[in-house]
């Protein structure tokens, strides 16, 4: 994900109560993508690639989870132009067969967590 930090937000004059809990004025607030998008309560096994996942019984709590481009004002604003060209790229991959015979060289990728993600080590490897 691109943001894997929280945006906060500052809780406006009149505080604000979520579920049982209240914030007073002033509180900075925020969820990150990652705590939404790695949330096993959500996704079964959240950590593992499995993006057929998204093909079948996605429910509305996945789709309420899927914070990859943030939400409301603060939303990437050239979202739909990203999303044209996650579909075409997917799309060329499977179509030339580049990744078949690719194996996993590394269970688990660590990223640091910044505004802009960045992976530890600096490469992900792909060996066939």
């Given at each position: 994900?691109?943001?894997?930090?929280?945006?906060?937000?500052?809780?406006?004059?009149?505080?604000?109560?979520?579920?049982?809990?209240?914030?007073?004025?002033?509180?900075?607030?925020g969820c990150s993508?990652?705590?939404?998008?790695?949330?096993?309560?959500?996704?079964?096994?959240?950590?593992?690639?499995?993006?057929?996942?998204?093909?079948?019984?996605?429910?509305?709590?996945?789709?309420?989870?899927?914070?990859?481009?943030?939400?409301?004002?603060?939303?990437?604003?050239?979202?739909?132009?990203?999303?044209?060209?996650?579909?075409?790229?997917?799309?060329?991959?499977?179509?030339?067969?580049?990744?078949?015979?690719?194996?996993?060289?590394?269970?688990?990728?660590?990223?640091?967590?910044?505004?802009?993600?960045?992976?530890?080590?600096?490469?992900?490897?792909?060996?066939?």
């Amino acid at each position: 994900m691109a943001n894997p930090t929280r945006l906060p937000r500052t809780v406006p004059p009149t505080g604000w109560t979520y579920k049982d809990y209240h914030f007073p004025p002033g509180t900075l607030v925020g969820c990150s993508a990652y705590q939404l998008h790695f949330d096993e309560s959500v996704f079964q096994d959240a950590k593992r690639f499995c993006p057929e996942r998204w093909l079948e019984n996605v429910s509305d709590e996945m789709n309420k989870s899927w914070f990859a481009f943030g939400a409301g004002p603060r939303s990437c604003i050239a979202k739909n132009l990203a999303i044209t060209e996650l579909f075409v790229a997917t799309e060329k991959v499977v179509v030339s067969n580049v990744l078949r015979g690719a194996r996993v060289c590394k269970e688990e990728i660590e990223v640091f967590e910044w505004f802009n993600a960045k992976v530890k080590g600096e490469k992900i490897e792909i060996v066939w």
